[in-house]
């Protein structure tokens, strides 16, 4: 009897199991949804220089770094030497990126954003001071602090960049549009295949050794070839 029953449970065992793989199909695509970054209002980073708003017409050099990341400050120096000398041919962005293994680099991303904010004028004067204090925020010397403690330390230094009261600075913290932005940095990091700090990208080209510094004579063999062409098409195109 048993064994008379069993071509007619086979294709409803077979409809159940249907079922279930179109359930389970159908879960894992909303999960995948919902964990997709939203597209941000704006582009993400900070420009950096008087033509900045122009970066579109110009060799676009993008660098994500840690504020508290020893590799993207040995990084900073040559690279912005680098853009000021071909400045406006050149053009940079920078993206703050919070590495894991630095206790407070999220803070010091969000700080940057809240002084962006603030002043924009100021994001960058505040990520060189955050390369000259890495010291007074890094692991060790803040095991022992809240993190309360910790923002309040970055709003006092902050402020000497910014202009503005440390509470003024300090209350960017509690603001929940600093923590987005410092989210969309590391998200769209992310989707750009950044592993680490710092990285670089040329004209949206990821550029080799990335999580090491570059020095002053690579950025020049790196640019230097690009803005001659740049030059050259620009005088192309004017000349028609």
């Not at 939203?38 to 060799?59: E, I, M, N, Q, T």
């Not at 590391?186 to 989707?191: N, R």
């Not at 510094?213 to 062409?229: G, Q």
């Amino acid at each position: 009897m048993a064994r008379a029953l069993l071509p007619q449970r086979a294709p409803l065992l077979r409809r159940l199991l249907m079922a279930g793989a179109l359930a389970a199909s159908c879960t894992c695509f909303l999960l995948v949804l919902q964990a997709q970054a939203s597209v941000p209002p704006r582009y993400d980073g900070f420009a950096y220089g008087v033509g900045a708003a122009a970066w579109k017409d110009a060799v676009l050099v993008e660098a994500f770094l840690d504020p508290l990341c020893p590799d993207s400050r040995d990084a900073w120096h040559p690279l912005r030497l680098a853009v000021e000398r071909y400045s406006p041919m050149v053009s940079l962005i920078v993206h703050p990126f919070p590495l894991p293994y630095h206790t407070y680099s999220y803070h010091a991303c969000r700080a940057l954003h809240i002084a962006n904010k603030l002043n924009s004028s100021s994001t960058y004067p505040l990520l060189e001071l955050f390369f000259k204090n890495q010291g007074k925020f890094s692991n060790r010397a803040t095991s022992s602090i809240s993190s309360t403690a910790v923002t309040g330390e970055i709003s006092k230094m902050a402020a000497q960049a910014v202009g503005n009261s440390v509470s003024e600075f300090q209350s960017g913290f509690s603001d929940m549009r600093s923590d987005m932005a410092a989210r969309v940095s590391f998200k769209y990091g992310c989707t750009r295949g950044v592993a680490g700090a710092p990285f670089f990208f040329v004209n949206g080209f990821l550029q080799p050794g990335g999580g090491s510094p570059i020095d002053f004579s690579t950025w020049t063999s790196i640019l230097e070839p690009l803005v001659a062409h740049h030059g050259q098409t620009i005088e192309m195109f004017t000349s028609v």
